[in-house]
Structure formats: structure tokens, C-alpha cells
């Protein structure tokens, strides 16, 4: 290289590239964020909200079940399923919080819509459900409300019995709200924004699930998980007597029971929160907030929505998820609070409910007594419901059908005795067929539900269980295969004896689209075989047909209907 600049041409002269090169120096780089704090996302617009609560959008644009203490799946019947645990949390937060609900399946909202509003409204909580079969696509909702300043809650029958399982992979989960989420959520709340509750019974139930007086008789439980790249990966779980006070904390939120949330590198779990006393202490949901209109289900003319009566239920059937919801314990709301819920309905122009419940028949005397007051008061309301056979008698069922139910749900799941027994569903075969047969004479139609691939299932057993769907008084049925969710007594028992198929998925564990089982003598593909062929044999008679042709009834009727049978064709055939 010339050293002298002026015994070049003037063109190579004007080249910088012939200066000498600097030298490597300190790292210093620029820090803009700190120029334009006001523009970012901690800025939140006009008509922003302090909690949006959220059904996101579907995985694939279908129709997808998602609710406090159910599984989920996708709707081969098209129901839409009506987000009243979303309703119910807003109920408890107001009015001391403004609160939007985004019920995106009902909706029908895209991705993209979804993050627009996002960015238009700019929550400063975000709270959402998860579900096992959509955890990656409900978790993209978690990440786009983080990416807008909000600080994020998952709850529901997925991320309470796999807390770290959950929030190690997803960072964008600030928190947990395992098992009854409202009081943790409110408590939560609180405690950041120094606020009480001006609703006496929703301070009465912050009283009753939380501090030490909700400790007595209890053990405790706190664990401190560290996340990778801290010193240690698991730090023993740590058990407390109940009379004494938590391990002391910097923190508000170490107190806050039901929560896992995250502190610095840890991951903490707090002690499990109580169940609410009272279900009567709970104030109405706020059903209004919900897209009413948009609330759909098959044969049913005009919208609908749900009404909790009860939470729990006393029997032990090994694959439900109830085991993981309220385990065995069972909260009746009264029938006059439930009354006056359905009466608060029929003036926002909603005349068709479903009873809400683990098991709507689970106490006698408080459907004996529902159905009186619904008759009394002369209440224009027709409703379903689901049951067991062993928990009617056939004056119940009459009183029902006088009272507006036309359609009963039932757990019916297999036809061999010995595979119920096993399961722990607790019934006998006679009883299925009595209790349809009392419940068709009453006026009521009959919706029956089976599951394939219980353990001991053989094709035989599969073969059985078709055989009687046909011969039962069923208008509907559905079959689906069971599904080791975890948490479940049947869960465990799939782990111990490695029957996960192998490179299991948790949106895998799907009772309705596929199987994540691999039993040694019945495979996983042929046990989607026999639900296909199950679901074909049982539908594609007369009475079924006939069934599906009066769905035909309305408009959003014709279309739903067409939309189901589509469905049906090509998952039978696929």
C-alpha cells in the first residue's frame, strides 16, 4: 500500500477504504429504549383495561372446547361452549377492576385479529385458559399479551398438576392460578394494586381460602424450583404445619396461596388454596360480557349459555378430570340463587341453559326442588343437563321433563362390566337402560357419551359397546378414546405401565382427534379405527339421520347441522 497520498490518482485518493483501519475498541452500545419509555409498551391508550380475560383463538380455526375444570377438545358436535368461568372471575374482580372478556372461539377471531386488539387495548393482566391438546397455541397468546407490557396467568385442568411443566418452557407465563382460580386471582391482584374488595362476600371468601385461618388442619407445602442456568436444578420440597405462618418472604406474593409464580431464577408453588366454602358466596357472572349471541348449540333455537349448580362429584371414574378440578368434593349452589340467575338470563334474552355441572343429579333434593320453583314461577326455560344412571329415578326424571329439560347427557362409556369395573365407573348395565328408557317417557332425549380404549379393552369389548349404543334410547352419541390426562388416576396408571405411544405430545392427549395410547395387544391405530368405525356404524342409520335432519330447524340450525355431518363424513372416512 502507497504511503503517500499525492502519488496516487486524485480517484484512488478520494477512497477512505485506504486509511489506516481504527482499532478493536470497547463494546459500547447504544441504549434507545431508554430515550422513548413513553412510546413503548408500558404506555397503555385510552379504553386500555386493568384484566382482559381470554378464550384465544382455535389452532386451527375450528371449533374448540376450553372451561375451568374440563378438558379440552375439539367440538365434533359444533357446540359452542360459553366461557361463564370467564364470566364468573369478572364478577369477582368487579368493580374495583375494569374488565373485557374475548371469547375468540365464539367469535370466530383470527391470529391476527386477536393480536391487533392486543395492541389496541394493551391490558395490564391477562388471564387465559389452557388446555392440554391447544398448550403451544394458547401459550402464543400468553407471549403476544407479554410482548404489550402484560403481565401473564394461565389456569385450568392442564396447568395445575403440570405447573413447572408449563411455565419452564413458555417464560412468558408470569403465573399459575392452580385448581378454583378466582380468589387467587383476586387475592393476586390485590395484593400488586393495594386494593380490598367491596363486595362483602367476596372478602368473606378471600377470608375463608386464604391467610392462616384457611391453614388449620393442614399441611403445608412450598417448593422453589430453579430455572436453568441457576445454581441447583430442583430444591427439596419443604412441608410446614399448618400453625405456622408461611417461610417469610420479601415478597406479597409468597402468601398468596393457589399461585406459582416466578421470583427471579425460581420458580415458587405456594401452598394449594382451599375450595370456597360457599358456592352461594359467589356473586352472579357477569353474563353480559359474553358474546351471548354467538353462543350456539345444535337443535337449539336461538343462543344459550351455561348455569353452575354445583361443583364436584362423589364418584371416582379414573379417567376424569374432576380428579384434578374438585376431587371429591361436592358444593350445591341453592336452587333459589339458581333460580334467580335463570330469571337475571331470560331478561338479556336467553331462555335456553345447560346446568353446569360435574354431575347435575348429584343431590336429589336440590333438583327436586330446582325444578318446583322453575314450574312455580311459571319460567319459560328449556334446558339439558348431564347425568349418571345410577344417580335418577324415574319420578325425578318426570319432574324435569314438567320443568323444561329436553335433553340429558350421559357418561354411558362401554358396554363390558368388567372394563367399568376397572375403571371405577361404578354402575351396572341394567341401570344404563332403565334410566334412558324412564327419561325418553318424561319428554327428555338422550345424548350418550362412550369411551374406547379404556384399560382391558379388547376389539371384542370395542365390539360390544357398538352394539349397544344401538340398542340403547339414544338420539345422539358420541365415541371417544380415552385420554390419560394428567392428574388422573388412569394417567398414572398409563405412565407406570409405559403405555404413552412413543414421542407423546401434550397436545396429543386429545380424547377426540387422536390417541396418545399403545396398549400391547390394541394399538394406537386401531383404536382410531374403531372410533371411526364406532362413530360410522352408530350414525349412519335412520334414527340418527332423522335426529340430525330436525337439527334443521333454523338457519344457524342448517348450517351447524351441515357443518357437523361434513365433519362426521370426513372424520369417518379419514
Known amino acids: ?5 499525492t502519488e496516487v490518482s486524485p480517484d484512488l485518493r478520494a477512497n477512505l477504504g485506504r486509511h489506516r483501519v481504527p482499532p478493536v475498541s470497547m463494546s459500547q452500545f447504544p441504549d434507545a429504549g431508554a430515550a422513548v419509555q413513553t412510546l413503548t409498551s408500558s404506555t397503555r391508550p385510552s379504553g386500555s383495561v386493568d384484566v382482559l380475560l381470554v378464550n384465544p383463538p382455535s389452532p386451527d380455526g375450528g371449533i374448540w372446547i376450553r372451561s375451568q375444570h374440563r378438558v379440552g ?33 365464539a367469535t370466530r377471531m383470527s391470529w391476527p385479529e386477536f393480536e391487533k386488539l392486543l395492541d389496541e387495548i394493551r391490558p ?117 404445619l399448618s400453625a405456622d405462618p408461611p417461610p417469610a418472604s420479601d415478597s406479597p406474593l409468597a402468601t398468596v396461596r393457589g399461585l406459582a409464580w416466578r421470583k427471579d431464577t425460581e420458580i415458587i408453588i405456594n401452598p394449594d388454596r382451599p375450595f370456597i366454602p360457599s358456592l352461594d358466596d359467589l356473586p352472579m357472572p357477569l353474563h353480559e360480557l359474553l358474546p351471548l349471541d354467538r353462543q350456539r348449540m345444535p337443535m337449539i333455537k336461538g343462543p344459550f349459555t351455561f348455569i353452575v349448580t354445583s361443583r364436584g362429584c362423589p364418584a371416582g371414574c379414573k379417567y376424569c378430570i374432576k380428579h384434578v378440578s374438585y376431587q371429591n368434593s361436592v358444593r350445591l349452589r341453592a336452587p333459589e340463587k339458581i333460580l334467580e340467575e335463570l330469571q337475571y338470563l331470560a331478561t338479556l334474552g336467553i331462555h335456553n341453559v345447560h346446568m353446569y355441572a360435574d354431575l347435575f343429579t348429584v343431590n336429589r333434593e336440590q333438583v327436586v326442588r330446582l325444578c318446583q320453583l322453575i314450574i312455580e314461577t311459571g319460567l319459560k326455560v328449556r334446558w339439558t343437563c348431564n347425568s349418571r344412571v345410577d344417580y335418577v329415578d324415574e319420578e325425578m326424571l318426570r319432574l324435569m321433563g314438567r320443568a323444561g329439560c329436553w335433553y340429558i347427557s350421559w357418561g354411558i362409556e362401554s358396554a363390558n362390566e368388567q372394563i367399568l369395573k376397572r375403571a371405577r365407573k361404578g354402575y351396572r348395565k341394567e341401570q344404563a337402560f332403565k334410566a334412558l328408557t324412564w327419561s325418553k317417557a318424561a319428554g327428555i332425549n338422550n345424548w350418550g357419551y362412550f369411551i374406547i380404549g379404556l384399560p382391558g379393552e379388547t376389539e371384542t369389548t370395542i365390539q360390544e359397546t357398538i352394539t349397544y349404543a344401538k340398542e340403547l334410547p339414544l338420539d345422539i352419541a358420541l365415541f371417544h ?34 390417541t396418545v395410547l399403545d396398549y400391547p395387544s390394541l394399538s394406537a ?9 364406532a362413530t360410522r356404524e352408530w350414525s349412519l342409520r335412520p334414527a340418527p339421520i332423522l335426529t340430525f335432519v330436525r337439527g334443521l330447524n333454523t338457519w344457524e340450525g342448517f348450517k351447524s347441522a351441515v357443518s357437523v355431518g361434513w365433519q362426521t363424513l370426513k372424520f369417518v372416512r379419514s
Open 1 to 5: 500500500m502507497a504511503d503517500n497520498l
Open 73 to 105: 377438545r375439539r367440538s365434533r358436535e359444533n357446540m359452542i361452549w360459553p366461557q361463564v368461568s370467564l364470566a364468573q372471575l369478572a364478577a369477582i374482580l368487579a368493580p374495583e377492576y375494569t374488565v373485557k372478556v374475548v371469547d375468540c372461539i
Open 124 to 240: 395490564r393482566y391477562y388471564v387465559t385458559q389452557v388446555t392440554a391438546p391447544t398448550l403451544r397455541n394458547d401459550m402464543y397468546g400468553v407471549f403476544l399479551a407479554k410482548s404489550v407490557g402484560a403481565q401473564t396467568m394461565a389456569f385450568g385442568t392442564h396447568v395445575t398438576p403440570m405447573t413447572l411443566e408449563t411455565m419452564r418452557p413458555f417464560p412468558a407465563l408470569d403465573y399459575v392460578l392452580r385448581g378454583e382460580p378466582e380468589m387467587t386471582l383476586r387475592e393476586l391482584l390485590d395484593r400488586q394494586e393495594e386494593r380490598t374488595p367491596s363486595n362483602p362476600a367476596v372478602a368473606k371468601m378471600l377470608a375463608a381460602t386464604s391467610g392462616l385461618a384457611a391453614m388449620a388442619g393442614q399441611r403445608l407445602g412450598r417448593v422453589r424450583i430453579q430455572e436453568p442456568g441457576g445454581a441447583e436444578a430442583v430444591a427439596p420440597i419443604t412441608l410446614a
Open 481 to 514: 378414546i380415552a385420554a390419560p390426562y394428567p392428574g388422573t388416576p388412569f394417567f398414572y396408571e398409563v405412565v407406570e405401565n409405559n403405555w404413552f405411544r412413543a414421542g407423546t405430545k401434550w397436545e396429543e392427549v386429545d380424547m377426540d382427534q387422536s
Open 525 to 533: 391405530e386401531r383404536l382410531e379405527y374403531w372410533q371411526k368405525r
